[in-house]
Protein backbone atom coordinates (compact mmCIF):
# COMPACT_ATOMS: atom_id res chain seq x y z
CA UNK A 1 0.00 0.00 0.00
CA UNK A 2 1.25 3.62 -1.24
CA UNK A 3 0.38 6.79 -0.23
CA UNK A 4 1.48 10.38 -1.47
CA UNK A 5 0.44 13.70 -0.06
CA UNK A 6 -0.22 16.58 -2.54
CA UNK A 7 -0.84 19.73 -1.04
CA UNK A 8 -1.35 23.24 -3.02
CA UNK A 9 -1.68 26.54 -2.13
CA UNK A 10 -3.18 25.29 0.96
CA UNK A 11 -4.60 27.54 3.85
CA UNK A 12 -6.97 27.46 7.12
CA UNK A 13 -8.53 29.71 9.23
CA UNK A 14 -9.75 29.02 12.76
CA UNK A 15 -11.73 30.95 14.87
CA UNK A 16 -11.63 34.12 12.31
CA UNK A 17 -7.67 33.65 12.56
CA UNK A 18 -5.54 33.03 9.49
CA UNK A 19 -3.71 29.89 11.07
CA UNK A 20 -1.85 28.37 7.52
CA UNK A 21 -1.40 30.82 4.44
CA UNK A 22 -0.71 29.05 1.06
CA UNK A 23 1.44 26.12 1.53
CA UNK A 24 2.66 23.87 -1.05
CA UNK A 25 4.31 20.55 -0.61
CA UNK A 26 4.57 16.91 -1.85
CA UNK A 27 5.34 14.28 0.50
CA UNK A 28 6.73 11.33 -0.60
CA UNK A 29 7.08 7.80 0.07
CA UNK A 30 9.61 6.01 2.09
CA UNK A 31 11.01 9.61 3.56
CA UNK A 32 11.18 11.14 7.22
CA UNK A 33 9.77 15.05 7.27
CA UNK A 34 10.78 16.76 9.92
CA UNK A 35 8.26 19.72 10.59
CA UNK A 36 9.48 22.09 12.80
CA UNK A 37 8.80 25.67 13.72
CA UNK A 38 8.52 27.90 16.50
CA UNK A 39 5.19 27.91 19.35
CA UNK A 40 2.27 28.52 17.67
CA UNK A 41 3.68 28.67 13.89
CA UNK A 42 0.71 26.09 12.81
CA UNK A 43 2.47 22.88 12.65
CA UNK A 44 -0.17 20.90 14.90
CA UNK A 45 -2.88 22.26 12.25
CA UNK A 46 -1.24 21.52 9.41
CA UNK A 47 -0.84 18.29 10.76
CA UNK A 48 -4.58 18.17 11.46
CA UNK A 49 -5.78 18.68 8.08
CA UNK A 50 -3.32 15.89 6.96
CA UNK A 51 -5.27 13.94 9.46
CA UNK A 52 -8.67 14.65 8.60
CA UNK A 53 -9.16 15.75 11.39
CA UNK A 54 -10.27 19.35 9.59
CA UNK A 55 -11.11 20.65 6.09
CA UNK A 56 -8.44 23.40 4.23
CA UNK A 57 -10.24 26.65 4.23
CA UNK A 58 -8.61 27.37 0.43
CA UNK A 59 -5.67 25.46 -1.65
CA UNK A 60 -6.15 22.01 -2.19
CA UNK A 61 -4.96 18.81 -0.36
CA UNK A 62 -4.69 15.38 -1.84
CA UNK A 63 -3.67 12.11 -0.20
CA UNK A 64 -3.96 9.23 -3.03
CA UNK A 65 -5.61 11.84 -4.92
CA UNK A 66 -8.31 12.13 -2.94
CA UNK A 67 -9.35 14.98 -0.65
CA UNK A 68 -9.30 13.72 3.09
CA UNK A 69 -11.55 15.30 5.31
CA UNK A 70 -14.21 12.85 6.35
CA UNK A 71 -12.97 10.04 3.75
CA UNK A 72 -12.52 6.91 5.53
CA UNK A 73 -10.69 5.73 2.67
CA UNK A 74 -7.61 8.01 3.52
CA UNK A 75 -8.78 8.07 7.46
CA UNK A 76 -7.56 4.52 7.26
CA UNK A 77 -4.38 5.27 5.62
CA UNK A 78 -3.03 7.95 8.27
CA UNK A 79 -1.96 7.43 11.77
CA UNK A 80 -1.80 10.70 13.65
CA UNK A 81 -0.17 10.15 16.82
CA UNK A 82 -0.33 13.08 19.69
CA UNK A 83 -0.47 13.43 23.19
CA UNK A 84 -3.55 12.30 24.43
CA UNK A 85 -5.64 13.06 27.02
CA UNK A 86 -6.42 9.53 28.61
CA UNK A 87 -7.43 10.43 32.73
CA UNK A 88 -11.17 9.06 31.96
CA UNK A 89 -9.86 6.09 29.69
CA UNK A 90 -10.45 3.06 31.44
CA UNK A 91 -9.70 0.32 28.93
CA UNK A 92 -6.14 -1.17 28.86
CA UNK A 93 -3.02 -0.88 26.61
CA UNK A 94 -3.80 -4.16 25.44
CA UNK A 95 -7.55 -3.34 24.53
CA UNK A 96 -5.93 -0.73 22.37
CA UNK A 97 -3.55 -2.23 20.71
CA UNK A 98 -6.75 -5.14 20.17
CA UNK A 99 -8.08 -2.10 18.70
CA UNK A 100 -5.50 -1.50 16.22
CA UNK A 101 -5.40 -4.82 15.05
CA UNK A 102 -9.10 -4.57 14.13
CA UNK A 103 -9.26 -1.21 12.13
CA UNK A 104 -5.19 -1.22 11.25
CA UNK A 105 -5.10 -3.59 8.27
CA UNK A 106 -0.93 -3.36 8.05
CA UNK A 107 -0.71 -3.20 11.94
CA UNK A 108 1.70 -5.63 13.41
CA UNK A 109 0.55 -6.75 16.90
CA UNK A 110 4.09 -9.09 17.42
CA UNK A 111 5.84 -5.92 17.06
CA UNK A 112 4.14 -3.85 19.15
CA UNK A 113 3.94 -6.61 22.43
CA UNK A 114 7.61 -6.95 21.42
CA UNK A 115 8.38 -3.00 21.70
CA UNK A 116 6.05 -2.64 24.58
CA UNK A 117 7.80 -5.00 26.33
CA UNK A 118 11.48 -3.27 25.48
CA UNK A 119 9.36 -0.03 27.00
CA UNK A 120 7.87 -1.75 30.11
CA UNK A 121 4.42 -0.18 29.65
CA UNK A 122 2.00 -1.90 31.51
CA UNK A 123 -0.64 -3.45 29.10
CA UNK A 124 -2.89 -4.74 31.70
CA UNK A 125 -3.32 -1.51 33.29
CA UNK A 126 -6.16 1.30 32.49
CA UNK A 127 -4.50 3.96 30.22
CA UNK A 128 -5.86 6.68 33.45
CA UNK A 129 -3.87 4.60 35.40
CA UNK A 130 -0.02 4.98 33.32
CA UNK A 131 1.84 7.88 33.77
CA UNK A 132 2.27 10.34 31.04
CA UNK A 133 5.38 8.75 29.29
CA UNK A 134 3.88 5.61 29.46
CA UNK A 135 1.05 6.88 28.10
CA UNK A 136 3.29 8.63 25.36
CA UNK A 137 4.94 5.54 24.55
CA UNK A 138 1.96 3.41 24.01
CA UNK A 139 1.23 5.97 21.47
CA UNK A 140 4.42 5.72 20.14
CA UNK A 141 3.98 2.25 19.90
CA UNK A 142 1.16 2.63 17.82
CA UNK A 143 1.97 5.04 15.45
CA UNK A 144 5.13 2.98 14.28
CA UNK A 145 2.89 -0.83 14.43
CA UNK A 146 0.10 0.51 12.52
CA UNK A 147 2.62 0.72 9.50
CA UNK A 148 0.09 3.38 7.82
CA UNK A 149 1.36 4.46 4.66
CA UNK A 150 0.82 7.73 6.30
CA UNK A 151 2.48 7.74 10.44
CA UNK A 152 2.38 11.69 12.14
CA UNK A 153 4.12 12.13 15.44
CA UNK A 154 2.83 15.01 16.82
CA UNK A 155 5.63 15.89 20.11
CA UNK A 156 4.54 12.62 20.94
CA UNK A 157 7.82 12.46 22.57
CA UNK A 158 8.48 15.11 24.90
CA UNK A 159 7.20 12.84 27.83
CA UNK A 160 9.10 10.04 27.38
CA UNK A 161 12.45 9.68 29.17
CA UNK A 162 16.19 9.30 27.54
CA UNK A 163 16.29 6.10 26.54
CA UNK A 164 12.65 5.31 25.63
CA UNK A 165 13.51 8.60 22.82
CA UNK A 166 16.42 6.82 22.06
CA UNK A 167 14.17 3.75 21.29
CA UNK A 168 11.66 5.76 19.60
CA UNK A 169 14.71 7.26 16.92
CA UNK A 170 16.14 3.85 16.58
CA UNK A 171 12.41 2.70 15.79
CA UNK A 172 11.26 5.21 13.67
CA UNK A 173 14.58 4.67 11.43
CA UNK A 174 14.74 0.74 10.85
CA UNK A 175 10.53 0.64 10.78
CA UNK A 176 10.54 2.86 7.93
CA UNK A 177 13.67 0.81 6.08
CA UNK A 178 11.39 -2.34 6.69
CA UNK A 179 8.57 -0.84 5.71
CA UNK A 180 8.97 2.61 3.57
CA UNK A 181 6.30 4.94 4.03
CA UNK A 182 6.04 8.56 5.22
CA UNK A 183 7.00 9.29 8.19
CA UNK A 184 6.28 12.97 9.57
CA UNK A 185 7.61 14.05 12.99
CA UNK A 186 6.93 17.62 14.53
CA UNK A 187 9.47 18.28 16.95
CA UNK A 188 11.08 21.16 19.28
CA UNK A 189 14.18 18.59 19.89
CA UNK A 190 15.39 19.69 16.75
CA UNK A 191 19.18 19.21 18.01
CA UNK A 192 18.11 15.48 19.15
CA UNK A 193 16.20 14.52 16.34
CA UNK A 194 17.35 16.16 12.69
CA UNK A 195 19.98 13.28 12.39
CA UNK A 196 16.47 11.58 11.43
CA UNK A 197 15.17 13.80 9.06
CA UNK A 198 15.42 13.33 5.27
CA UNK A 199 13.68 16.09 4.45
CA UNK A 200 12.50 19.52 5.71
CA UNK A 201 9.43 21.65 6.66
CA UNK A 202 9.60 24.76 8.49
CA UNK A 203 6.65 26.61 9.41
CA UNK A 204 6.79 30.01 10.95
CA UNK A 205 3.38 32.50 10.92
CA UNK A 206 1.40 30.13 8.70
CA UNK A 207 3.76 29.62 6.00
CA UNK A 208 6.24 27.20 5.00
CA UNK A 209 9.72 29.01 5.00
CA UNK A 210 11.39 26.09 4.30
CA UNK A 211 10.53 22.49 2.36
CA UNK A 212 13.93 21.08 1.49
CA UNK A 213 16.08 18.03 2.24
CA UNK A 214 18.28 18.15 5.07
CA UNK A 215 21.60 18.44 3.23
CA UNK A 216 20.32 21.42 1.47
CA UNK A 217 18.98 23.19 4.45
CA UNK A 218 22.09 22.46 6.36
CA UNK A 219 24.43 23.79 3.34
CA UNK A 220 23.47 27.19 3.69
CA UNK A 221 25.47 27.86 6.78
CA UNK A 222 28.81 26.48 8.41
CA UNK A 223 30.82 26.43 11.63
CA UNK A 224 34.50 27.65 12.00
CA UNK A 225 35.95 26.11 14.72
CA UNK A 226 39.63 27.05 16.41
CA UNK A 227 41.54 29.79 18.26
CA UNK A 228 39.35 32.86 18.84
CA UNK A 229 41.64 35.40 17.17
CA UNK A 230 41.57 33.16 13.75
CA UNK A 231 38.07 32.49 14.05
CA UNK A 232 36.99 36.38 13.80
CA UNK A 233 39.30 37.05 10.97
CA UNK A 234 37.72 34.26 8.74
CA UNK A 235 34.07 35.83 10.34
CA UNK A 236 34.78 39.31 9.42
CA UNK A 237 31.97 40.45 7.29
CA UNK A 238 29.86 37.21 7.75
CA UNK A 239 26.61 37.20 9.39
CA UNK A 240 27.38 34.91 12.60
CA UNK A 241 24.29 32.74 13.89
CA UNK A 242 25.51 31.17 16.73
CA UNK A 243 28.36 32.08 19.11
CA UNK A 244 30.20 29.26 21.18
CA UNK A 245 33.74 28.96 23.53
CA UNK A 246 35.08 26.41 25.34
CA UNK A 247 38.24 27.15 27.12
CA UNK A 248 40.39 28.34 24.47
CA UNK A 249 38.87 27.62 21.26
CA UNK A 250 35.84 29.50 19.72
CA UNK A 251 33.04 28.05 16.98
CA UNK A 252 31.17 30.48 15.04
CA UNK A 253 28.26 29.39 13.39
CA UNK A 254 27.93 31.25 9.74
CA UNK A 255 25.26 32.50 7.31
CA UNK A 256 26.42 31.13 4.30
CA UNK A 257 29.05 29.07 2.81
CA UNK A 258 33.36 29.78 3.05
CA UNK A 259 34.51 30.22 -0.81
CA UNK A 260 37.36 28.71 -1.45
CA UNK A 261 40.05 31.24 -1.21
CA UNK A 262 38.30 31.63 2.65
CA UNK A 263 38.41 27.46 3.21
CA UNK A 264 42.07 27.89 2.05
CA UNK A 265 42.70 30.75 4.78
CA UNK A 266 40.77 28.39 7.16
CA UNK A 267 43.33 25.54 6.90
CA UNK A 268 46.37 27.84 6.85
CA UNK A 269 45.22 29.22 10.53
CA UNK A 270 44.19 25.60 11.72
CA UNK A 271 40.41 26.05 11.73
CA UNK A 272 38.01 23.53 11.27
CA UNK A 273 34.71 24.34 9.03
CA UNK A 274 31.85 22.16 9.81
CA UNK A 275 28.42 21.71 8.97
CA UNK A 276 25.65 23.71 11.08
CA UNK A 277 23.30 22.82 12.98
CA UNK A 278 19.73 22.58 12.19
CA UNK A 279 18.47 23.91 15.33
CA UNK A 280 21.16 27.61 14.80
CA UNK A 281 19.51 27.81 11.26
CA UNK A 282 15.95 27.15 12.70
CA UNK A 283 16.29 29.92 15.60
CA UNK A 284 18.20 32.54 12.63
CA UNK A 285 15.34 31.81 9.99
CA UNK A 286 12.63 32.75 13.07
CA UNK A 287 14.30 35.69 14.86
CA UNK A 288 12.92 39.00 15.82
CA UNK A 289 8.99 38.32 15.11
CA UNK A 290 6.49 36.05 16.59
CA UNK A 291 5.84 33.10 15.52
CA UNK A 292 1.68 33.60 14.44
CA UNK A 293 -0.10 36.29 12.04
CA UNK A 294 -1.52 37.99 15.51
CA UNK A 295 2.05 38.75 17.08
CA UNK A 296 2.98 40.82 13.69
N1 LIG B 1 -9.33 26.49 17.84
C1 LIG B 1 -8.55 27.53 17.57
N2 LIG B 1 -9.08 28.76 17.37
C2 LIG B 1 -8.31 29.83 17.08
N3 LIG B 1 -6.96 29.77 16.97
C3 LIG B 1 -6.39 28.58 17.16
C4 LIG B 1 -7.12 27.40 17.46
N4 LIG B 1 -6.25 26.37 17.57
C5 LIG B 1 -5.04 26.89 17.36
N5 LIG B 1 -5.11 28.20 17.12
C6 LIG B 1 -3.98 29.12 16.86
O1 LIG B 1 -3.36 28.68 15.67
C7 LIG B 1 -1.96 28.95 15.71
C8 LIG B 1 -1.22 27.69 15.36
O2 LIG B 1 -1.43 26.71 16.37
P1 LIG B 1 -0.75 25.28 16.26
O3 LIG B 1 -1.23 24.49 17.44
O4 LIG B 1 -1.00 24.74 14.92
O5 LIG B 1 0.79 25.67 16.42
P2 LIG B 1 2.06 24.73 16.66
O6 LIG B 1 3.08 25.14 15.66
O7 LIG B 1 1.66 23.31 16.67
O8 LIG B 1 2.49 25.23 18.10
P3 LIG B 1 3.28 24.47 19.31
O9 LIG B 1 4.68 24.22 18.84
O10 LIG B 1 3.23 25.50 20.39
O11 LIG B 1 2.50 23.23 19.64
C9 LIG B 1 -1.69 29.49 17.13
O12 LIG B 1 -1.60 30.88 17.06
C10 LIG B 1 -2.90 29.06 17.91
O13 LIG B 1 -3.14 29.97 18.95
Same mark, same amino acid.
Given at each position: ??????????? !?????? #??????? !???????? $?? /????????? =????????? $???????????????? !??????????? !?????? $???????????? &???????????????????????????? %??? %??????? %??????????????? =???? #??????????????? &??????????? &?????? =???????? $???????????? *??????????? /? %? &? +??????????? #?? @??? +??????????? +?????????????? #?????????? *????????????? @????? +???????
Amino acid at each position: MTCDVRARALS !FRRGGA #EILRNLS !FDLERGLI $YG /LIGRNGAGK =TSLLSLLAS $YARPTAGSLLINGEEP !FENPRIMAQVH !FAHPSD $YSEEYDSGADFL &RACRRYRPLFDAEYAGRLAGELGIPLKR %SLR %SLSRGQQ %SALNMVMGLACRCPV =TIFD #EIHLALDAPAREIFY &REVFADRERHP &RIVVIS =THLVSEMD $YLFDHVLLVHRG *QLLVNEPLEKV /L %S &R +GCTITGGAREV #EL @LAQ +GKRVLADRTLG +GTRQLTLWGELNQE #ELKQARERGV *QTGAVELQDLLIH @LTAGE +GSNEETR
